[in-house]
């Protein structure tokens, strides 16, 4: 899927970050990197320590939290890309961090709730997106407390009643929403 494809049209002007595919120096030893075809793939490896530069998507989280009206929680983006646009409250995963811990770390940082993710709802891929490739994977949550406060990469937080949807930033989520509400 093409970057402009994933993105809404209103930020269609997003530039993409460079990606995992355009490193050209190693990250063990920062020797020079060439493609070589290793296990049936064009890879990265180091000319100076031999190292097999391996690439792989980056996972990240979305989360799905209702009101008891079954409105669903959304955050206005503060930062590229889709600056301006409506998402799912979510974002990428630390290391050491499991999803779940992801679910719960982002959602406060975002909304100021502080929620307990449930069962993994579905998962996608997005490839050659702003950050390259990444793994979504859907969560719905429950809100445990917290006041609405919007932090991070989120402007404004806010419920919306399901029929009156703002514009969603990316269809991986916008995909996750209909499906989760249909
Ligand atoms: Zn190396």
């Given at each position: 899927m093409s970057e402009s494809s994933e993105?809404?049209?209103?930020?269609?002007?997003v530039v993409r970050l460079k990606s995992?595919?355009?490193?050209?120096?190693?990250?063990?030893?920062g020797g020079i990197l060439r493609d070589e075809n290793i296990e049936g793939r064009i890879r990265k490896l180091c000319?100076?320590?031999?190292?097999v530069n391996y690439q792989n998507p980056i996972p990240s989280i979305a989360a799905i939290i209702t009101d008891n009206s079954g409105g669903l929680l959304l955050v206005k983006r503060?930062?590229?890309?889709?600056?301006g646009l409506w998402c799912l409250p979510g974002g990428f995963m630390e290391l050491g961090e499991t999803p779940e811990e992801t679910v719960v770390r982002e959602v406060l940082e975002e909304t100021g709730l502080h929620v307990k993710p449930g069962a993994i709802f579905d998962a996608c891929s997005r490839i050659g997106g702003y950050h390259g490739d990444v793994v979504i994977i859907a969560y719905p949550a429950e809100v445990l407390d917290g006041e609405l406060n919007p932090g991070d990469d989120a402007s404004d937080v806010e419920y919306f009643p399901i029929d009156q949807?703002?514009?969603?930033?990316?269809l991986s989520h916008a995909r996750f929403i209909d499906k989760y509400f249909s």
């Open positions: 993105i809404s049209q209103s930020c269609s002007s995992a595919k355009d490193i050209t120096h190693c990250a063990f030893c000319g100076s320590c031999g190292c503060s930062v590229e890309p889709g600056v949807l703002p514009e969603i930033a990316f």
